[in-house]
């Protein structure tokens, strides 16, 4: 049972760049999230999902874009980064949107030059 | 305008001793709150959690302790172990709402000191 699967876990782009961080998790469950981490800020929600074809936007949504095609697969899309989007990005699932225990995956650290 | 916050970025303790972790609120519609844990190179881990109908929840060594009135909950590591040594961040969310109104504190670093 793998979990919550994140790749890459390291990226290095150069600003105006797109790319997309792959999620997936093995374990049914609806919910899907991705948050970012930054120094002195705690993790902050980017986007969500409660099941596939159903997505919203979190607290920092601006300069990403996701989609849910599947249960399994949440991916984030970054469409033009910027260094302002250097973080580390963590993808996180749970059986529902009411359920406490957030299932993370390993995290991507991401530098935007 | 952070609700959830964590006032220690660190802190340090004796192996065997008690180690207190202390969070702070300021939105008083939080209603259930949770504690994760992580170590580097990984993601947090949930740990443990409280609803507001309760002042204390415990598991084994872990307890949290909720004071309403304070906008205040503390989670004690008791005895302190080497491996307990991470990154600890409160968490908190209108259960109404659901998960994706869940705000994160920005973490306090726990050192275990052998």
């Known amino acids: 049972n793998a979990g919550v699967t994140q790749t890459p876990k390291f990226q290095v782009l150069k600003t105006g760049q797109s790319m997309t961080l792959q999620c997936a998790q093995d374990m049914n469950h609806e919910y899907m999230s991705w948050y970012r981490q930054d120094p002195g800020m705690g993790l902050r929600l980017i986007h969500y999902s409660v099941g596939a074809g159903i997505t919203d936007q979190g607290e920092v949504p601006n300069g990403y874009n996701v989609s849910r095609s599947t249960t399994e697969d949440f991916p984030l899309r970054l469409l033009s980064a910027a260094p302002s989007q250097t973080s580390v990005y963590f993808c996180?699932?749970?059986?529902?949107?009411?359920?406490?225990?957030?299932?993370f995956g390993s995290g991507t650290q991401l530098s935007v030059l | 305008d952070q609700q959830v916050k964590q006032n220690s970025p660190s802190l340090s303790v004796q192996e065997g001793r008690i180690s207190i972790l202390n969070c702070d609120y300021t939105?008083?519609?939080?209603?259930?709150f949770l504690w994760y844990k992580k170590y580097p190179a990984e993601g947090p881990t949930f740990l443990i959690s409280?609803?507001?109908?309760?002042d204390k929840n415990e598991d084994g060594r872990f307890t949290v302790f909720l004071n309403k009135s304070a906008k205040h909950l503390s989670l004690h590591i008791v005895p302190s172990q080497p491996g307990d040594s991470a990154v600890y961040f409160c968490a908190a969310y209108i259960s109404n709402f659901g998960n994706e109104k869940l705000t994160f504190g920005t973490g306090t670093r726990l050192t275990i000191i052998p």
């Open positions: 409280i609803s507001s109908i309760k």
């Open positions: 939105n008083s519609m939080f209603d259930y």
């Open positions: 996180a699932s749970s059986y529902s949107g009411r359920d406490e225990k957030l299932f």
